[in-house]
């Protein structure tokens, strides 16, 4: 989800047009910034969006055997898998169909400063993978998929400045992004996988869980969705894009 926010501010970044320096500016048609957005976080979209590996691979020396020299024992060790290994996966689901993205409240609150906000929704599926070893002997293994909406709204502020640079003509403008707040949900959670379930097996074992932590945890859930905002404005806390209008104007007269 990291790599999913960075590409998508940066690519707004360079998209939205400099914030006018009269407050009384026409609003920014988001008709016309929207698709723009929309086709560079398709082209730029990670696969996967994340991976998270809590444990995998670790591995304990074990004792496999004895070697005497003369009367001494000297224990023979191995490395063997230990521990309870997981990762977990999160991918889209066919975003070119599924993406929506929408930009609302275009505002400018003072001169170089335009506010706005950016709400970004998609299927995506969920894969948790585990393993249970002990002393290189697997005693569990098992995959759960699940998939659901997932829905990101975001409130930015883009600032502008323009940078006189010594030989040349026109300045630079420099665009400054920052995500003031996050706000993550997800919706239609379906369990597609489960404890060797498929199908409405699964999707009902899938509900029967939801519902149980629901009940017995229901901070759970309200925990990781604020750390998930709080990552977001940590991830996109400040991005900077440089435009060099000289550059720029000579190729467009190319």
């Given amino acids: 989800m990291r790599l999913l926010l960075i590409t998508l501010l940066i690519g707004s970044a360079t998209a939205i047009p400099v914030a006018a320096a009269d407050p009384a500016a026409p609003a920014v048609d988001s008709n016309q910034v929207t698709p723009v957005l929309r086709s560079a976080l398709l082209q730029s979209m990670p696969t996967p969006l994340g991976e998270k590996v809590l ?6 020396d074990v004792l496999v055997g004895i070697k ?24 889209a689901i066919d975003p070119a169909a599924t993406m929506l993205l929408r930009i609302d409240d275009f505002q400018n609150p ?19 993978e585990q393993q ?24 930015c502020e883009l600032t502008s400045r323009t940078e006189v640079v010594p030989g040349r003509f026109l300045p630079d403008v ?17 369990c597609e996988h489960i404890l060797g379930l498929n199908g409405q097996a699964a999707k ?49 007269t190319k």
């Fill in 55 to 60: 444990v995998w691979d670790f591995k304990k």
């Fill in 68 to 91: 005497w020299h003369g009367i001494k024992p000297i224990r023979q060790l191995s490395p063997r898998n230990e521990g309870h290994w997981q990762k977990v996966r999160l991918e």
């Fill in 110 to 128: 003072e001169p170089h400063r335009t506010t706005f906000t950016m709400t970004v929704a998609m299927d995506v599926r969920m894969t948790h």
């Fill in 132 to 155: 249970l070893w002990k002393s290189g002997v697997r005693l569990y293994a098992g995959v759960t998929r699940g998939r659901c909406r997932l829905n990101l709204k975001v409130n």
């Fill in 174 to 190: 420099v665009l400054r992004l920052r995500v003031t707040s996050a706000e993550v949900s997800y919706d239609n959670l379906v």
């Fill in 204 to 252: 009902l074992a899938g509900e029967a869980a939801h519902r149980m932590l629901r009940q017995v945890k229901p901070q759970y859930e309200r925990d990781l969705l604020e750390r998930s905002n709080a990552a977001v404005v940590r991830a996109a806390d400040t991005k900077e894009v440089r435009i060099e209008l000289e550059q720029l104007l000579r190729y467009r």
